[in-house]
């Protein structure tokens, strides 16, 4: 595999100061527009990086369920390794790869817990099946075989199988408080568009980044 000379230009577009919105949320709100009207495959999901108490640094893909001028939402095992991490040090950062675009959107913030309310009003709006299967798992723990996660999910379906399943008391989201945005464009010969939002208060700096 010759991953030396496997390369491409980024031809599709330019990004200009002029371009960029005051409002860092605004901005990701448009490119999040154009990505959903490009369908692309999931465009929605994004990775997140968390540390553990030790500094040591964990990637997964969430799905982004909710975005305002107050943070990022998503949704998870509050036992998971990721809340581990986030009890330990609310720092995070976010990253959307948007490839076929040849747009990434990277942030950073701190992370909050969201009240069970919140919680409840998003778990009420998933899929049954969903809902059974964060009863059913006991996310990032150890489990010898799949086998044994199905019997756990059947398990949970026989014990909700009449009326609404409630929501788990392990089960709940985090809003990330964005304070920096970075917005790249692919550029030819690697001289990439990349512009920084970082809050000064309640306001948003711009700065073009060297590619």
Known sequence: MDLENWRREYLKSGLNRDDMLDSPFEQFRVWMQEAVRSELSDPSAMCIATVDASGRPTQRIVLLKAFDPSGFVFYTNLGSRKAQDIAANEQVSLHFPWHSLERQVAINGRAEKLSATEALKYF????????????????????????????????????????????????????????????????????????????????????RLSP
């Not at 099946?129 to 006991?138: D, E, I, P, T, V």
């Not at 392990?170 to 001289?191: K, T």
């Open 124 to 207: 009420a709006t998933r899929p049954r099946g969903s809902q059974l299967a964060a009863w059913a798992s006991r996310q990032s723990s150890p489990i010898s075989t799949r086998q044994l996660l199905m019997q756990q999910f059947e398990k949970m379906k026989e014990k909700f199988s009449d009326g609404e399943i409630p929501l788990p008391d392990f089960w709940g989201g985090y809003r990330v408080v964005p304070d920096r945005f970075e917005f790249w464009q692919g550029g030819a010969q690697r001289l990439h568009d990349r512009f920084e939002y970082t809050r000064e208060g309640e306001q948003w700096d711009i700065h």
